[in-house]
């Protein structure tokens, strides 16, 4: 059986997207791109992520705090922030729970919140534009390489509707917990670019 050693081989471009662990506090709040510090008590779950990750790969993360301090949880002293990797923008609701909202905006939030976005802040699916173009971009750059990224439940379901070609809704679909790995890869396929989907919140 192929140990994770094997991955250290590429020839295709292989993503291995991460959600970075719990933030601490009242995780009713909502966090988007603010700098809340992650919860890094359950070392046995970083312990266990980090075999099953390869040795050689460029390390990414989105720059906000909870996201560079799982990198480092797992022994990553290297890596590159990448702003477009961030979660998505909730505006003025950042650093608010839901519970406490009220309002029109709210309520059409709800109503559509796919396209509809928060005061100030930006819709999911501009998030999932914003993230496919910086996968996009950086797939080019580290052809033919493994990449880990540190990211977001937002920034991975918008990984796998890039993929995927999926609408935001199906997007919005999946479940990515903490400390989760879910792995794309670009199949080159001439001048054409295949993506396979390997495993999701796994």
């Known amino acids: 059986m192929c140990s994770v050693d094997c991955w250290n081989i590429v020839t295709n471009t292989h ?4 959600r970075h662990a719990k933030s601490l506090g009242d995780s009713a709040i909502i966090h988007g791109q603010d700098d809340v510090d992650a919860d ?20 990414l993360t989105s720059g906000i705090k909870r996201s560079n301090q ?21 505006g003025d609701w950042t650093g608010k729970r839901w519970i406490d909202l009220d309002g029109d905006s709210v309520r059409k939030f709800w109503l559509n919140f796919i396209t509809e976005k ?4 930006e819709s999911f699916i501009e998030m999932v534009d914003r993230v496919s173009e910086a ?11 493994n990449i880990v990224a540190i990211a977001h439940s937002g920034t991975i ?10 609408f935001g809704q199906s997007a919005s679909s999946f479940q990515i917990d903490n400390l989760s790995l879910t792995e794309i890869e670009i199949i080159p396929d001439g001048g054409e670019r295949i993506w396979k989907v390997i495993g999701v919140n796994r």
């Open 118 to 121: 928060p005061p100030g802040g």
């Open 135 to 145: 996968i996009n971009t950086l797939s080019r750059e580290y052809e033919r390489k």
């Open 70 to 90: 799982t990198a480092e949880a797992i022994g990553v002293k290297n890596f590159i922030e990448i702003p477009g990797l961030m979660e998505q923008d909730f």
């Open 15 to 18: 993503w291995w997207w991460i």
């Open 157 to 166: 379901k918008a990984a796998l509707a890039n993929a995927l070609s999926l």
């Open 40 to 59: 890094l008590s359950d070392k046995r779950s970083i312990g266990l992520l980090k075999l099953r990750l390869p040795k050689e790969a460029i390390w």
